[in-house]
């Protein structure tokens, strides 16, 4: 489908979380840490209780951590919606440029990556 709209580059923006073929313990754990940073990042950032936050936290990330964790095949689907977290600093969040790609994190953890693609023809 990509192909046939013949684009001169593709930009990906993937989650930097490995959760889709590991076992489910390994799976709840790396869901924790992920989610344990995502959760720091917006209470660092965001003044507690704003409807933003609550908003991030009860329609983005809780619905995704129940669907990370509970759902497989088909039922899984993915709500990632954070491009408000880009607009608050922190000096904890990191850029960092790797492999082509720039890594969005929070401390230690890698949160999002991005990169572009150039299109063969």
């Not at 869901?31 to 950032?45: G, K, N, P």
């Not at 965001?46 to 964790?69: G, S």
């Not at 440029?97 to 991005?114: F, R, T």
Request: charged fraction near 25%.
């Amino acid at each position: 489908m990509v192909r046939s709209l013949s684009p001169k580059v593709i930009t990906l923006v993937e989650q930097e979380s490995t959760t889709n073929t590991t076992p489910f313990l390994t799976k709840f754990i790396k869901t924790l840490e992920y989610y344990l940073a995502m959760f720091e990042s917006i209470d660092e950032t965001m003044p507690r209780h704003r409807r933003e936050q609550i908003n991030v936290e009860q329609h983005c990330l809780a619905r995704d951590i129940v669907n990370v964790i509970a759902c497989e095949g088909k039922e899984r689907v993915e709500h990632h919606e954070l491009f408000g977290l880009l607009k608050c600093y922190s000096k904890h969040y990191t850029l960092v440029e790797k492999d082509g790609a720039m890594l969005l994190g929070w401390k230690d953890q890698n949160l999002i990556s991005a990169s572009a693609w150039c299109c063969d023809g």
